[in-house]
């Protein structure tokens, strides 16, 4: 029996805030005291917790006292604020948020692959990966374990509620005015998104790779401790509610075929292998959403690269590649 601890959620009221509590509740986590932090917009609201109406509270300094486990969903700056407070508080800080995954003496966690990592935390922080870069390294790494991972080639297809609630209304608006012939207005992406695709996921950098695609080149070696590894990615938002896909060509140090592949899935907690190509059947983001595990199909041996294998995987991601393995890491505590 797990001892119950005193849980806050900073964020609670966003997108990602609100899987955690669903995922504490269907995880049956042992809850002592639960304490729920946003902006001061959010202060007095109620959300629901095991049947029970919980007051949210305006985020403060001082608001940690008590609490063990504080997990982190407002955004970056809220992190890089008050996320050395809640870890002074004495709280294990899980965050969600891009602020300190790459630092040293954070440890950068999916626990179905390094959960050994979760102890060394000597700032009292653990990182949540991005979510694309979660949902890449679910599909990966059982096939790194047969062959041996060298490189990656990835786009991504990024659900809109990856920018938060506002994306998904940014998507219903501009679907219901051109349905009704009116104009259409952007303010979350920089052009339409209804009936489109968009090849930018977050900011440029001077590399000419997003943001969002300096992740996911850099955070799958720091989780898989391959400091060699070669990634190229394209991040690619498109006119989904929920649910991020991404096309992977894979190559590995040892020879590889597709049986072995598929072998290499069984018995992997968190994936499941949908790859029936003769009936049509194979992972697609309504299939995920809601759900904990990531799928995978289309498994093939690639045409162009030795060694290499082209497959697809699909996974929600405000819940494995947020909430879920947020609260899978302070199961691990
Ligand atoms: N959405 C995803 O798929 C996804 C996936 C992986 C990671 N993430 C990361 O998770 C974080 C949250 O994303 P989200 O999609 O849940 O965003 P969201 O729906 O916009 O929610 C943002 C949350 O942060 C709170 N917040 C904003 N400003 C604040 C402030 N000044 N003080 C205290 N709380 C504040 C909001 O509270 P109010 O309601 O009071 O404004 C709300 O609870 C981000 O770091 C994001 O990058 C998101």
């Not at 917790?49 to 985020?59: A, M, N, S, T, W």
């Not at 403060?60 to 997990?71: D, K, N, P, R, S």
């Not at 020879?255 to 290499?264: D, L, M, N, Q």
Request: charged share 20%; glycine share 8%; net charge negative.
């Amino acid at each position: 029996m797990r001892e119950a601890k005193h849980v806050a959620i900073v964020g609670a009221t966003g997108a990602v805030g609100i899987e955690m509590l669903r995922c504490l509740e269907e995880r049956d986590f042992p809850v002592s005291r639960l304490t729920l932090l946003a902006s001061a917009r959010s202060a007095g609201k109620r959300l629901e917790f095991r049947g029970e109406p919980v007051e949210v509270q305006e985020l403060t300094h001082e608001c940690f006292a008590g609490v063990e486990i504080a997990l982190f969903s407002a955004g970056g700056g809220i992190s890089l604020e008050y996320g050395p407070s809640a870890a002074a508080a004495g709280a294990v800080v899980i965050d969600n948020s891009s602020a300190f995954r790459m630092d040293e003496g954070v440890p950068l966690v999916v626990p179905e692959i390094n959960p050994e990592a979760a102890a060394q935390r000597p700032r009292g922080i653990i990182a949540n990966p991005n979510c694309t870069t979660i949902i890449t390294m679910m599909a990966l790494w059982p096939l790194h374990q047969a062959f041996g991972l060298k490189s990656v080639i990835a786009s991504s297809y990024q659900a809109v509620s990856g920018s938060g609630a506002q994306g998904i209304v940014e998507l219903e608006s501009q679907v219901q005015a051109i349905v009704k012939g009116e104009a259409v207005e952007s303010r979350v992406y920089p052009h339409q998104i209804a009936f489109n695709v968009i090849p930018q996921v977050d900011s440029f950098t001077e590399s000419g790779y997003t943001k969002e695609e300096l992740k996911m080149l850099n955070e799958g070696r720091k989780i898989l401790g391959l400091p060699d590894l070669r990634v190229t990615c394209t991040c690619v938002r498109v006119p989904v509610y929920r649910s991020h896909s991404v096309s992977l060509t894979a190559t590995f140090d040892r020879p590889v075929s597709v049986a072995a592949a598929r072998a290499a899935y069984a018995g992997y907690a968190g994936v499941q292998l949908i790859d029936v190509p003769e009936t049509a059947t194979y992972p697609m983001p309504l299939d995920t959403t809601g759900k904990d595990d990531c799928l995978v199909g289309r498994i093939r041996l690639d045409a162009v690269i030795d060694n290499s294998l082209a497959l697809w995987v699909v996974g929600d991601q405000v819940r494995k590649g947020a909430a879920l393995n947020a609260v899978q890491i302070a199961e691990l505590l």
